[in-house]
């Protein structure tokens, strides 16, 4: 008898034991979805130095991490779908999502849910229907960074510069070639409203339809030729456009080989290199290393509703004074301060 009990004490003892292991080992293992809108530079550029950051943190993918990376390639309805396969799979410990599509994507599949979402690179987090307002915390399971310099402080330094050409007696006419992608629409409803307010500036538009990227680049490239044609004759300075189109290095070279009108505000630094006057956007990597950092707090028990939807605390300013030189702008000390090294030739 006493040595049945000895018997049933060492088993019981044994599968607490293991129950209490297994526990643990849940406990620290950590499920994270990164979803990547589309295949353009700056997505990429985020997702290396989001899964960098990670990296330093500890967590390593099959050890202490299971990482799934979907890649939407700019089709939102295949994002949900992927993520609903993962979700089905077991329940993430955290979503993180690159440029707009991805994020409308994880909101609309997790909208009833506790997991967290953490965006990044979206510029209209408002109008994309993510959060409610921004410079607050938002109080539900997602937060995130608003991927763009304000539109005040762009045109503002476009204006100290491009202004530089225009007579005083009339405004500064900027062409805005853009898709409808929707953080190109959310950025040219902010350039818009300021243009209404200010007599010196003016945005012309045209507008082309979004397709998915990359399939559907040749046919947006195309159609913004057209936009090129059409607005050529009118305008002092291309205004690149956020979203994939602004992206395409192909773009800002269809700007500049089929115009006269010199680029003003490149959507890249790669354009700057090519041959925009200027270009300012959040720092990539400092913006991909922020939100590890946020999503590493909501691993470990942090609540997404409590952190501020804000904008990146990096910037990256590049200045072409070949660009500059060749249309007689004058680049003052304290813009070449701030562009550092990111001054072309």
Known sequence: MNNNRKIYTAVLTF???FALSFSAAANTFKKVVVIVTMPVPACEAHLTSFVSQLTELGYKDGENM????IRANGDREFAETELQKVVKEGRPDAIATIA???SQAAVTVL???DVPIFFFQVADPVGAGLVEKIGGPTGTNVSGRVFTVPAEVRINLAMRLAGQTIPEKRPVRFGYIHSTYPAAMGDMRALAAIGKKNNGIVFDTYEIPYRKVPQGVPEM???ALEGIHTLSDTVDFWWQPQGPLGELDA???LLLDHSKVPVAMGQTMESVKTGALMHITPDLEASGREAAKL???FLKGADPGTIPVTAPAKFTLGINLTTALRLHIVVPPDILELAGDNIYR
């Not at 299971?66 to 990376?69: D, H, M, N, Q, V």
């Open 15 to 17: 599968v607490i034991f």
């Open 66 to 69: 299971a990482l799934t990376i």
């Open 100 to 102: 707009t599509l991805a």
């Open 111 to 113: 909208k009833d849910t």
């Open 221 to 223: 490239l195309s159609k």
């Open 251 to 253: 773009f800002t070279r």
């Open 295 to 297: 999503v590493d707090g």
